[in-house]
């Protein structure tokens, strides 16, 4: 019954704003402001007969290869350094630098590196996402008790499961706050990658439309682009939650 | 005593060190644990029991003198000891359930499956926690969270257990649970136990031997045998004469200890049969015992 007021709850802006857009848009015609009727009708014949494997699916593979490459520096890197004072001092000015930079900018630079293909759309998305994962898990690692490094080493844990028991787990609430933040830094970067030197993919097939005057389509894969990322968020909410169950009841608790 | 000592420190000394100030933790200190004892420490606070129990379990790196298990020197913790923390809240992982906490470091000490698994059960069983295996740390009183880290402590099978003021966070019906949990666990399992506390009413009823720690600087003022009957009982015991006498003479001891007294005259005392206090130049205020 909770289940369903919650999920009541949740859907009840949602369904308005689609409303307030259906009945706005109905009689519209003006040629960028289809009406929401006329939009989704395109859908299945935009997206569902052979866009789905041609573009979906590879904006999706660059996307969880960006996230995941990021998700695996930010974390290692993270630890490392946030176990380390020293480092700590060395590392931070430059990752203040490097984080305030702009993904999208270094699109260009990138390609020269890595050329035009799958892997610079998938460095741009790690650059941009790296940060938060790295800067969240270097706080992580410093917010472990002093009292459990102790008794690990008491306890003569080895390397591999300090890291996996201790480390890993000691950190995990701040690793999920800076992979939060990625998983949309990720959307947007999946998007921008594929505007430029792209053959294929979402961000792609929308400017394609756009340029192509095929208003309807455009807005279609902007509706996607949205879904995509609720449904991405909500996998994540479900992640975390399996995750980080120890937390949220250590933290009702107290 | 018959039997080797299990635990040597001998003549330890720490000095910390920050950029051109040292500071003298622990001036020389010197005992022995015999296998099977249960030794309790007590001195008044800032006596540096802290930094003395965390030299002894090997967290932290002596200035000179050494620290021995069995014979053999240690640098970083070793094996075959296992320590029991104050803060019980923050030693235990609260990611793991109570079952996965006492069996990690048996994991890492790749015991067999089979055998990991009677452990826990029984380590569980004899604190009384046989029907909390699943539950997670936080879930549980501030009493059976520090029974859950003396189970993973006795499930370890360490050849010496240190307890650091184990008892200092929790309140007073618990604490006499606990105490009596202690007992019962070294008459049963004949583990040896050295066991930090700031309580002399606590040192005198649990300890064989109570170590009466100096001032910091530290040094041993003076090691009281406490020949009280082996079966202690919460009231019985506390009720004997014997019992208030211990009890005034190590209340009497840490007094002095406050006052900045280094030294014991051995003769002194109707307790002091094998003291192993030190007579130390440098004292500023040496005071005869009035006992």
Not at chain 2, 18 to 44: N, Q
Not at chain 2, 114 to 133: F, I, N, P, S, Y
Request: hydrophobic share 50%; glycine share 8%; with cysteine.
């Amino acid at each position: 019954m909770r289940f369903i007021r919650s999920i009541a709850t949740a859907t009840v802006l949602p369904v308005l704003l689609v409303a307030a857009w259906w009945f706005t848009s109905l009689g519209s015609d003006d040629f960028f402001w289809p009406p929401l009727r006329d939009i989704l009708t395109e859908v299945p014949s935009t997206w569902f007969e052979g866009r789905l494997g041609a573009d979906v699916a590879p904006s999706l593979l660059r996307l969880s290869a960006g996230y995941s490459l990021a998700l695996a520096i930010g974390i290692s890197a993270g630890l490392a350094i946030g176990l380390s004072a020293p480092l700590r001092q060395y590392c931070e000015p430059v990752f203040e630098f490097l984080r305030s930079i702009p993904p999208p900018v270094l699109v260009p630079i990138i390609m020269l590196f890595a050329g035009i293909g799958d892997s610079m759309k998938i460095v741009v998305i790690a650059f941009g996402c790296v940060w938060p994962i790295l800067l969240n898990s270097v706080e992580g690692a410093r917010s472990i008790d002093e009292v459990l490094h102790d008794t690990a080493r008491v306890y003569g844990l080895g390397p591999a499961a300090r890291f996996r028991h201790l480390l890993l787990r000691g950190a995990s609430p701040h690793i999920v706050t800076g992979a939060r933040q990625a998983l949309s830094i990720a959307i947007i970067l999946v998007v921008i990658s594929e505007m430029f030197a792209a053959s294929n993919g979402l961000g792609f097939t929308i400017v394609q439309f756009q340029r192509s005057f095929a208003i309807p389509q455009m807005w279609s894969g902007i509706l996607l682009l949205g879904a995509i990322g609720v449904i991405l968020a909500l996998v994540f909410k479900l992640v975390e939650n399996r995750v980080l169950a120890w937390y949220f009841g250590l933290r009702r608790k107290q | 005593m018959t039997l080797p000592p299990v635990l040597t420190v001998d003549h330890v000394k720490k000095v910390y060190v920050t950029g051109d100030r040292s500071v003298e933790a622990v001036r020389d200190l010197h005992f022995e644990v015999a296998t099977g004892e249960l030794v309790c420490v007590v001195g008044p606070s800032g006596a540096g029991k802290t930094t003395l129990l965390r030299c002894i379990a090997g967290l932290m790196d002596v200035t000179s003198g050494e620290v021995r298990l069995e014979g053999s020197a240690i640098s970083g913790p070793p094996r075959g000891m296992a320590v029991v923390f104050q803060e019980y809240g923050r030693s235990l992982f609260p990611w793991m359930t109570v079952r996965r906490n006492v069996e990690l470091p048996l994991k890492e000490k790749k015991v067999p499956r089979e055998r990991r698994a009677a452990l826990v059960d029984e380590a569980l069983a004899t604190v009384g926690l046989d029907h909390v295996h699943d539950a997670y740390p936080w879930q549980l009183s501030g009493g059976m969270q520090q029974r859950v880290a003396i189970a993973r402590a006795v499930a370890y099978e360490p050849q010496i257990l240190l307890m650091d003021e184990p008892f200092a966070a929790v309140d007073a019906q618990t604490r006499a649970d606990l105490e009596d949990l202690i007992r019962r666990l070294w008459s049963r399992l004949g583990v040896t136990v050295l066991f930090v506390t700031h309580d002399i009413d606590e040192a005198v009823y649990l300890g064989e031997r109570v170590l009466v720690l100096s001032n910091s600087p530290t040094v041993v003022l003076e090691d009281v045998p406490i020949d009280l009957p082996a079966d202690r009982d919460q009231l019985a015991t506390r009720a004997l004469p014997r019992f208030a006498e211990l009890r005034a003479h190590v209340y009497g001891l840490v007094q002095q200890a406050k006052r900045g007294v280094r030294a014991v005259p051995a003769d002194s005392g109707a307790a002091a049969s094998h003291s192993t206090a030190h007579t130390t130049p440098h004292s500023a205020h040496r005071e005869r015992k009035s006992l």
